[in-house]
């Protein structure tokens, strides 16, 4: 039996970022692009899947706690059809566990201000994450980026 989940061609390097507040998106993707990646940015989880659905991207950094569709709720439709990695992230990280978040079909989970530095950097070194390793190894510094 073939697996049915479709996996993102032409998109190592491009990320889709899914938060409702459009500053937390712009600093993300202004952060990734500058490490060489293609962003994708989005404001719900709606707009996430037509995203994906036109254009998958190889990684989704998405927030939990959205209007509509939650970052919960995307993981697990994402993961029904794709073979994408997934960081999610919050502001309210006491409110969740990575243990529940892992369940859903998470790759990740984290606080919001660290997500992006220490997400990437764990996942590069992630067995299938390695379409990101092109990154780190131009030394692209994410702390600073």
């Known amino acids: 039996m073939t697996d049915s989940k479709e996996t993102p061609e032409n998109s190592s390097s491009r990320v889709l970022i899914v938060d409702d507040e459009e500053m937390v998106r ?8 500058r490490c060489g990646y293609t962003c994708v940015t989005a404001s719900n989880g709606e707009t996430a899947l037509t995203l994906m659905d036109e254009n998958p991207a190889s990684l989704i950094i998405t927030d939990i706690n959205m209007p ?17 990695n997934v ?11 990575y ?3 892992i369940e859903v079909g998470a790759d990740d989970f984290r606080d919001r201000p660290q997500c ?3 997400s990437l950097q764990e996942l590069f070194a992630k067995p299938g994450g390695e379409t990101f390793s092109r990154q780190t ?7 600073n980026a």
């Open 99 to 101: 243990e529940s978040m």
């Open 116 to 118: 992006l530095v220490e």
């Open 87 to 97: 960081i999610v992230m919050t502001g309210l990280i006491d409110e969740y566990s």
């Open 137 to 143: 190894s131009q030394g692209c510094d994410l702390k």
């Open 68 to 84: 509509g569709m939650s970052g919960i709720e995307l993981v697990r439709k994402v993961k029904e059809k794709y073979m994408t």
């Open 26 to 33: 712009r600093v993300m993707e202004e952060s990734l692009k």
